[in-house]
């Protein structure tokens, strides 16, 4: 039901109006449907004010608010992502809770305490070789100021080839493919 028949039938009782044709009827269609335009614009709005419910430029002002650069790409991961990060606050500091939340921005992570006062190693599980500059300062924005985070990441680096081949003869013996080299840790 539309705001014209809403109209029709608050003014229906009265006896005043003619509902059905002329001038009356004219304008509460008109009425109703400007009613109507608003009432659509209003509902969009509503959804988007809310970050449960955003889809559009709502979720798009979220994350313009939220520190981060790293988000996922659907709609329902965007706004879990988010979800998760207003829900991070003083006590959210254990490294489990640290953990779901880099997961919950797309980046996969463990992070284990070291015997030094306020560092952590952050050991990236899901990306290969050296991270993007812009997922460890979304990272390091996640993580609690007072900590000092040390990147880590799977695969090999080019201290561990020279380590594990002190010479390009045995790097060149060693039969490796280039996808097996990227695999060695």
């Known amino acids: 039901m539309g705001y014209r028949e809403y109209l029709a039938g608050l003014l229906a009782p009265m006896g005043v109006y ?44 979220y994350e313009n608010l939220m520190p981060i ?5 659907t709609v329902t991961e965007r706004r879990n992502a988010l979800l998760r990060l207003l829900q991070v606050n003083d006590a959210y500091t254990t490294p489990a809770c640290l953990e779901d939340t880099l997961a919950a921005c797309g980046i996969p992570a ?9 560092t952590v190693i952050v050991h990236f599980t899901g ?15 996640i993580l609690p100021v007072h900590i000092n985070p040390i990147f880590t990441s799977p695969g090999v680096t080019w201290n561990r080839v020279e380590e594990l081949f002190p010479t390009w003869d045995e790097f060149d013996g060693c039969g490796y493919t280039v996808f097996e080299l990227l695999k060695l840790e």
């Open 127 to 141: 990306i290969r070789g050296e991270p993007e500059q812009r997922v460890r300062d979304t990272a390091e924005s």
């Open 18 to 61: 003619k509902l059905d044709g002329g001038y009356g009827a004219g304008e509460l269609a008109a009425i109703g449907s400007a009613l109507d335009g608003v009432c659509l614009e209003t509902d969009t709005l509503l959804a988007e004010i809310f970050c449960q419910t955003a889809e559009d430029y709502g979720l798009t002002g």
């Open 110 to 118: 463990e992070l284990t305490e070291t015997d030094t006062k306020y």
């Open 69 to 73: 650069v790293y988000l996922k790409d």
